[in-house]
């Protein structure tokens, strides 16, 4: 089974500046989708960035980045210009590139709170 | 696009009493649905994967004549908590992926449902 690890329960980070959650995950799959979610204060699970592990090249989405080391198994987040609208928790997930009897669902790590100092 | 809806977004029901809870696929055919549980300030673990027209996929440990899955369509799967008790109380959330399709690789989460077991 898979695991995923987010060790930063809260972080904090002043507005306009850069802050970078952390995530390891552990599998036996050679290939396998990774991604970060959004969850605010109304509980809407938003889709922040994927990585596909078959692509070496990191996946960015305008001020969201992420740090994809396979070797390493991590993939840490990293949110450029911080503005008051990330505040929210941030989950990491991990999905199998297979489908059927359960599969393709998400395993998710615990979540880290980001808090935006403005 | 993708927009998936849950219904009711809050209920409060007697102990002993079953409550059943609507995922809709808005404008795609959601071949997947899957069922998540979120308890307050937690993670979202997996229930269940069903797919369209066949039974569902229950994780370890998640009682299935308890927790009533139906995929009758394409775009409705339904969440039947039988003979609710207060543990039962939980935030729970539906996604919905349309494999085989350019969003193969993504799910698309409903807004949640509070459940509230006195």
């Not at chain 1, 809260?10 to 050679?30: F, G, H, I, K």
């Not at chain 2, 209920?11 to 409550?19: D, E, P």
């Not at chain 2, 069922?35 to 066949?54: I, V």
């Not at chain 2, 370890?60 to 039962?88: C, R, Y």
Request: charged residues 20%; glycine residues 6%.
């Amino acid at each position: 089974a898979q695991t995923v690890t987010q060790s930063q329960p809260e972080m904090s980070v002043q507005e306009a500046e850069t802050v970078t959650l952390s995530c390891t995950y552990d599998t036996s799959e050679s290939d396998y989708y990774l991604f970060w979610y959004k969850q605010p204060p109304s509980r809407q699970m938003i889709l922040v960035i994927r990585q596909e592990a078959y692509k070496q090249q990191n996946a960015t989405e305008n001020r969201f980045s992420v740090n994809f080391q396979k070797a390493a198994k991590s993939f840490s987040l990293k949110i450029s210009d911080s503005q008051l609208g990330d505040a929210a928790m941030y989950f990491c997930a991990y999905r199998s590139p297979y489908s059927g009897g359960g599969a393709d669902g998400l395993t998710f790590g615990k979540g880290t709170h980001l808090i935006i100092q403005p | 696009g993708a927009v998936v809806s849950q219904h009711p977004s809050w209920v409060i029901c007697k102990s002993g009493t079953s409550v059943k809870i609507e995922c809709r696929s808005l404008d795609f055919q959601a071949t997947t649905m899957f069922w998540y549980r979120q308890f307050p300030k937690q993670s979202l673990m997996l229930m269940a994967t069903s797919n369209e027209g066949s039974k569902a996929t229950y994780e370890q440990g998640v009682e299935k004549d308890k927790f009533l899955i139906n995929h009758a369509s394409l775009t409705l799967s339904t969440l039947t908590v039988t003979s609710a008790h207060p543990e039962d109380s939980s935030f729970y959330i539906c996604s919905a992926r349309e494999p085989g399709t350019a969003i193969d690789n993504e799910q698309f989460f409903g807004p949640g449902t509070r459940l509230t077991v006195l």
